[in-house]
């Protein structure tokens, strides 16, 4: 279980004058629950989503993940990243092996959960190929099974699949419900895609901008396993009715935007 | 880049006649030796002998014994200055490159010495640690140090943040951090200052020695040059332009090999 609680921080930017990036977020996000965020550009979730890693500092509030305040990045969670993050001299095998091997796994072991990971994310016969030879889809589903080959109990995903086609992104959207289904853990996962929202959470967060804060917690009632019928359920009333509520709440968000012109200005 | 993009190694299919496929090298080097043999009869200079004159006094030199014993001191010193030259290069440049107030302490002593002639520390060196090897060491580091410093700090800035970022969010410490990341992802730039280094250290290399030994190729191309003895002073200079090109030869291959990841450059075949 994550808790977060009055979650603040304030930037400065590049000409000095203070960005105010999360301005009290509260959130609980329940354990092996599949978490989405959606909100306007510039509203603090990769901020938020950093500080959960214990990338990022910040001004005030608390973070803990199972009871143990965030103090640091820690094994219990792991990063997926939206640019993928991989190594690009390193092999698939290597890439995926990364993070055992920092923590000190021995070859053998770290060699065989590898290649496991590496065939759960499709990708078995290319595990001594390098980045550089992959598609984007390719290189996100390596991203994935580097941060599944740590066991952590928490997954953290920065837009996995802004970076890749829209079809790839169909395709990597039912494998992470298919592995998520198999093997569940916790997972917050920020998008700007309603429709991803919906199709993979089990809520979803709307956040709002300038100052982020949570505007909005939506439930999504949709039967799960969702992978074996991604198309039914996009046709399914509860889904058409949750995707267009929450593009009611993002334009009118947009919109207010605009009548703030001065604010814009600070982005 | 996709799949299917071929590795770097392999060039570009080209069409045009095999015979037109003449080594460009070779071409160049041919057209030179005939060149140096015309202008060095036609010119009749004793300090500028044609290249047939050059190389058989290279070949009397070489018989005798008197270029390898040299060769081989002037290689010890090219080898040990150039050895203490990298690990300065490194280690003083990652850590200039990583921490601000190291290179907020170091910069302007690097980049003074970068640009300083380096050959007027050789009094210096000679009168502290005497005419041995040290001394020639110490010019070669002079020469060669400090490019090497400035080109791996470049590189370790330049790594991208989001590597650094992603490795410690697996719980890396500064030292997995600079071994398994920054140092690779630099690995391309820090190799091509390490290319300009050796360069450099070799002209160190004959310079210290021009000026200080008693043994190495500069001490006898010195020798030679007192002497009025244009064509020892030439064969000696074949010798050390073979030592920069293997030694810059050597440096690529290990570049070679390290790098073969980065992609494609845009550098046309032509
Ligand atoms: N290191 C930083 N220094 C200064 N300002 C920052 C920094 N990181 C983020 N910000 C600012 O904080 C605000 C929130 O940024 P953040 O990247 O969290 O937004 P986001 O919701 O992830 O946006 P996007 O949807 O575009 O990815 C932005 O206004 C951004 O400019
Ligand atoms: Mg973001």
Redesign the interface.
């Known amino acids: 279980m994550i808790e977060i609680s009055g979650l603040r921080k304030t930037f400065t930017g590049q000409d000095g004058a203070p960005v105010q990036a999360l301005g009290g977020v509260d959130l609980t996000v329940r354990d092996d629950e599949f978490l989405t965020v959606l909100g306007p550009s510039g509203c603090g979730k990769t901020t938020m989503l950093k500080m959960i890693?214990?990338?990022q500092t910040w001004d005030a509030g608390e973070i803990t993940v199972g009871g143990r305040p965030v103090r640091g990045?820690?094994?219990d969670?792991?990063?997926v990243?939206q640019?993928f993050?991989l190594?690009?001299?390193a092999t698939v095998l290597d890439n995926v092996a990364?993070?055992l091997?920092?923590?000190g796994v021995g070859k053998a072991e770290r060699t065989e959960r590898a290649r496991d990971l590496i065939a759960k994310v499709g990708l078995a016969g290319f595990e001594s190929?390098?980045p550089?030879?992959?598609?984007g889809g390719m290189q996100q589903r390596v991203g994935i099974a580097r941060a599944l080959a740590?066991e952590p109990q928490v997954l953290l995903m920065d837009e996995p699949f802004g970076a890749v086609d829209e079809q790839t992104r169909r395709l990597l959207q039912e494998e992470l419900l298919a592995i998520w289904e198999a093997n569940r853990l916790t997972v917050v996962f920020i998008t700007h895609s309603m429709e991803e929202a919906v199709l993979l959470g089990d809520r979803v967060v709307l956040m709002s901008a300038r100052p982020g804060q949570i505007a909005e917690i939506v439930d999504v009632p949709l039967d799960r396993p969702r992978s074996s019928d991604v198309g039914g359920l996009e046709r399914s009333r509860e889904y058409v009715e949750i995707t267009a509520h929450l593009w009611d709440r993002l334009r009118d968000m947009h919109e207010e935007h605009r009548a703030a012109p001065s604010e814009q200005a600070v982005r | 880049?996709?799949?299917l993009?071929p590795p770097r190694a392999r060039t570009a299919p080209r069409f045009e006649p095999r015979a037109r496929r003449l080594p460009l090298g070779l071409v160049s080097l041919a057209a030179g030796a005939v060149l140096w043999e015309v202008v060095g009869r036609a010119a009749g200079v004793p300090f500028f002998p044609p290249l047939s004159e050059v190389v058989a006094t290279l070949a009397a030199m070489t018989a005798n014994g008197e270029i390898l014993g040299n060769l081989l001191v002037s290689l010890g010193n090219l080898a040990l200055g150039f050895a203490v030259s990298l690990a300065a290069g490194l280690v003083v440049g990652t850590a200039m490159g990583r921490y601000r107030r190291v290179k907020a302490a170091l910069g302007v002593y690097v980049y003074a010495l970068l640009t300083a002639p380096a050959l007027v520390f050789a009094p210096i060196f000679f009168s502290v640690l005497g005419p041995g090897q040290s001394s020639i060491v110490a010019v070669v580091f002079m020469y060669s140090a400090f490019i090497m410093i400035v080109t791996t700090a470049d590189a370790v800035e330049q790594v991208p943040a989001?590597?650094v970022?992603?490795?410690?969010?697996?719980?890396?410490n500064e030292w997995?951090l600079v071994t398994?990341?920054i140092l690779?992802?630099a690995?391309p730039t820090i190799l091509a200052g390490v290319r300009l280094g050796m360069g450099r250290a070799v002209t160190g290399m004959i310079n210290g020695e021009m000026f200080i030994a008693v043994t190495g190729l500069g001490r006898i191309v010195t020798q030679a040059g007192k002497s009025f003895d244009g064509a020892a002073v030439l064969a000696i200079l074949l010798v050390v332009i073979a030592v920069a090109l293997a030694s810059v030869a050597l440096v690529q291959f290990v570049d070679r090999r390290l790098?073969g990841?980065?992609?494609d450059t845009a550098k046309e075949s032509r």
């Open positions: 890693a214990g990338l990045p820690g094994p969670r792991s990063m990243f640019n993050a190594l690009p001299w990364f993070g091997r920092l923590k190929k390098r550089g030879e992959l598609s740590v | 880049m996709s799949a993009a989001h590597l970022e992603m490795a410690r969010s697996y719980g890396a997995q398994r990341v690779p992802a690995s790098t990841w980065v992609p």
